[in-house]
Structure formats: C-alpha cells, structure tokens
C-alpha cells in the first residue's frame, strides 16, 4: 500500500501541477495572444523557444536550469542579491523548471484557439464599441473556452509526469521537492517493487483518466498541437 | 614480386580471422562510478587478450532490473555487494564467480579550497545551507555517509540541510556546481591522474563506515562465454588493481 512518504509525495506533485499551471494560464494567456496575432518577424524565435521542451530531453533543461540558478549562476546571483537565497532544492526552483518544462503545453492550445477565433468576431465587436479589455473577456474568452481547458488539463498532466528536470534540480527532498514521479524511481532503485507499483499504477490510471476527459470533452476532432 | 604481395595480404587477412575467431566479445554492465576506471581496465585486456569488452553504465538498481527482465549482460561490475549476492541467489548469476573488485572509499569534499579541514570539524561548524549525500537508500556512498553523520552525532541536527542526489554522480554534480557547498562523494570522483584534485578534502576515517565493497559477478549469460571468464581473471589481476588504485579505491 502507499505509505507515508508517499502520500506525501503525491501531495506535493498536486501542489506543483496547480501552482504551475495557474503561473502558465496567467503568463501564458497574453502570449499566446501575442503570438496568434502578431506580424513581428521575433514571431518564429520566440514560437520555437516555446516549444523547445517539446524536443529537448529533460535533463538538458534540468542542467541548465541548476548552473544559471546555482550560486555562480547569473539567476543565483540575482536571487542571491534580494536575499532570497538560491533556487534548487526548493519548492519554488521546483516551480520555476516546471513552469519552462510545461510552457509549450500550454501555450500552443491557447494559440491555436486565439488563431481560430479569426479577426471577425474582434471587428464586429469593434463596430458594438467593446474596449479592447471587454472585446477579450465578452467574445474572446468565451470562444477560446475549450482552448483553455486542453491547456490547463495538460499544463497540469505533464507537470504530474514530469521527472528530469525535478531529478537535476530537486535534491530528493521529502515534502519539499520528492514528487511521485521521483519517488517512484527511488522505489525501483532500492528494489521496493510493490510500492513502486503502487504508485506507478497510480499514475497510469491518473494519466489514462486525463486523456480520456480531454478527449470526451473535446467537440472538434482536430488536434492542438 | 606481385606474388609476394599477395601473399603477405593473404598471410594478414588469414591472421586477421584467426584472431577473430579466438577473440570474443563481452558484454558488460558496470556501475557509474566504476566507469571511468573500467574503461581504462577494458583498453589493457582488450590490447593483451584479444577479446572485447563492451560496456554500458548505469545506477546498481537499475542495471539490476534490466538484468533481471533480460538485459543482455554477461558480467556485472555492481556498486555494492548485496545486488550482485541477490541476483547469485535469484540463480541469474553463476554462483561462485562473485568478488570484491575494488573498496570504495568516501570523503567530504567541497570545490572551495581551505574550506573542509583534514577532520571533518567543519560539519561541527554547519556554516553551509546544503550538504550533498547520496540517497541513503538506494546508494551504497549515500548509506555510508549516513552512518558517519549517525556515529558524530550530527544526524539530527543536520537533518534539514541533507540534499540527496539520485546517485554518487549526481551528488558529485550538486557540490561541483556549487549549489551544495559540501558533499559526502566517492574518492575516485575527486581524483585526477593518480592524485587528488582541486577544492578541498577529509578523508572520512574507515572506522566511522561500514566498507563500501564493490563486488562483481559473472551473470547467466555469460556463463559459456570464455570473454566473460577472462575479463573476471583481469579485474583480480595486478594491473587491473594498479589502476583501480590510481582511481582512489582500495583492494
């Protein structure tokens, strides 16, 4: 059965999936905006820095992530400077990798919905004089709706699923940056087959679910990406 | 004098397959901290017997699950002595061929020279936000630094500074890259061409840990392999243990 540790991984995993996902709703909203309206030549870089997770191995990012955050690192060195001591082996370090590592599964659903908006509901609603704040709460919103849910479904469900980053950055540390993708590993290593099984079944059976909700609820057939 | 050369190519190309039949291949699983020093070991037998020896490396416990759902491994270098033993009792390995190879030694290390003195009093002091440990449960350095902090005492009082890496490497990765000012790694990883390298080290007396023996075993399927066999008789053999030696290890 799941012990202790485990529940308590489970409950920092859940912890980091929601913290992370309102960070890339909030972040990532207007930049998918952006991207889905913009003519700005910078269109292509910053589209393919978005989607570099989507290619890059984990641990890449992880090892980048733990140097520029590390004390000789130009973001430790920042964070240093505001007395906030440095990233990895935090909580918040945690948050800020998953925040890289989960961007594009967010960011890509919300642009597609934005580019298939099309400019004419945002001029109709021009003509009604709707300010551009009222034009993306009353028309945008609303239309970008299943948009936003696939984002946040998997925005959340590959942070749950999320492993090389965490490994690089986190330290193993219970309560504090051991998630269960982490702790499952360390059941297979210490050769504790049964709870790892427990756990990693778990994650299956949570991942099918996911998927499964997201394609029921979905009313067109095309894909997000 | 055409003749001749042709019959000096058909004399090499004759040498060439009988060596090839001679020599075989092994394939061989080696834990990470081991790899370095085994590269060097596989070069020497590959150059004196012949035979070839390739290696894949990885953490004990994963090598031990790929062994165990059919990796193809013939030799098995472990980075303790209790995974090599379980796979001898699970009758995945041929029961007999087990030896320590090599004694892994720990030590506190910090990359900042003049900051770990020659008697770990520096711990005492706990002027540092993280000390690095391998995972104590999975990694044979991890549960050795454990017991050292246990017989100083300062396992409690430490509790909440400890970052755990994955593996020795890892831990090595968090202390080098500074984000761990301190770290209980493996000897071998801090030396270089035979000697000690940069920052500063306490050689954690062999009395405050159980020893970290390193064992080897020559797995199920390399059973009939006389490359598995000969590759065994060579990490026993004297230059083997010169370089294992030159790595930091013991005998």
């Known amino acids: 059965m799941l012990g202790a540790d485990d529940l308590a991984a489970i409950r920092l995993t859940l912890e980091l999936a929601t913290t992370t996902t309102a960070i890339l709703l909030v972040i990532g909203t207007p930049l998918a905006w952006w991207l889905a309206r913009t003519r700005s030549a910078l269109k292509r870089v910053i589209r393919a820095v978005v989607a570099l997770p989507l290619v890059l191995p984990p641990t890449v990012l992880g090892f980048y992530l733990l140097l520029a955050m590390g004390p000789n690192g130009p973001v430790g060195q920042f964070t240093a400077a505001l007395g906030l001591g440095t990233l990895p082996f935090t909580f918040a370090g945690l948050v800020i990798g998953s925040v890289f590592y989960s961007m594009p599964f967010v960011v890509q659903p919300l642009q597609q919905a934005f580019e298939s908006i099309g400019p004419r509901p945002l001029e109709v609603a021009a003509t009604l004089r709707a300010g551009p704040w009222d034009t993306f709460f009353s028309v945008v919103l609303p239309l970008a709706r299943p948009g936003f849910i696939t984002a946040t479904i998997l925005g959340f469900a590959h942070t749950v699923g999320e492993f090389g980053v965490v490994l690089m950055i986190g330290g193993n540390i219970p309560e504090k940056t051991r998630v269960v993708s982490v702790q499952v590993y360390d059941h297979v290593e210490a050769l504790a087959y049964t709870q790892a099984h427990w756990l990693a079944g778990g994650l299956v059976l949570f991942s099918f679910l996911v998927l499964l909700a997201l394609y029921s609820g979905r009313r067109s057939p095309s894909g997000w990406g | ?251």
């Open chain 2, 1 to 251: 004098m055409i003749i001749h050369r042709l019959v000096s190519c058909v004399a090499v190309v004759m040498l060439a397959i009988g060596a090839h039949v001679h020599a075989a291949e092994v394939q061989v699983a080696v834990a990470s901290n081991f790899i370095g020093p085994m590269q060097r070991i596989a070069a020497r037998f590959e150059a004196e017997t012949g035979h070839k020896a390739l290696l894949s490396s990885g953490a004990t416990g994963k090598l031990y699950a790929q062994i165990r759902n059919g990796a193809p491994f013939e030799l098995f270098l472990a980075a303790d002595e209790r995974t090599p033993h379980k796979l001898e009792e699970e009758g995945a390995a041929v029961k007999g061929s087990r030896f320590t190879y090599a004694i892994g030694k720990l030590v506190l290390w910090s990359p900042q020279a003049g900051f770990v003195d020659d008697r770990g009093e520096v711990l005492r002091d706990a002027d540092f936000e993280h000390l690095a440990i391998a995972s104590p449960r999975t990694a044979p350095y991890g549960a050795a630094a454990m017991e050292v902090l246990e017989r100083l005492g300062l396992a409690e009082a430490l509790a909440t500074r400890l970052v755990t890496g994955e593996n020795i490497a890892q831990t090595y990765q968090f202390v080098s890259t500074g984000n761990a000012r301190l770290g209980f790694i493996a000897l071998s990883q801090v030396m270089v061409d035979g000697k000690l390298g940069a920052g500063s080290v306490w050689h954690v007396p062999a009395e405050l840990y159980t020893p970290i023996r390193q064992d080897a075993v020559v797995l199920g399927r390399g059973r009939d392999n006389p490359a598995a066999r000969a590759l065994a008789d060579y990490l026993r053999g004297s230059v083997a243990a010169d370089i294992i030696r030159s790595y930091g290890y013991e005998r």
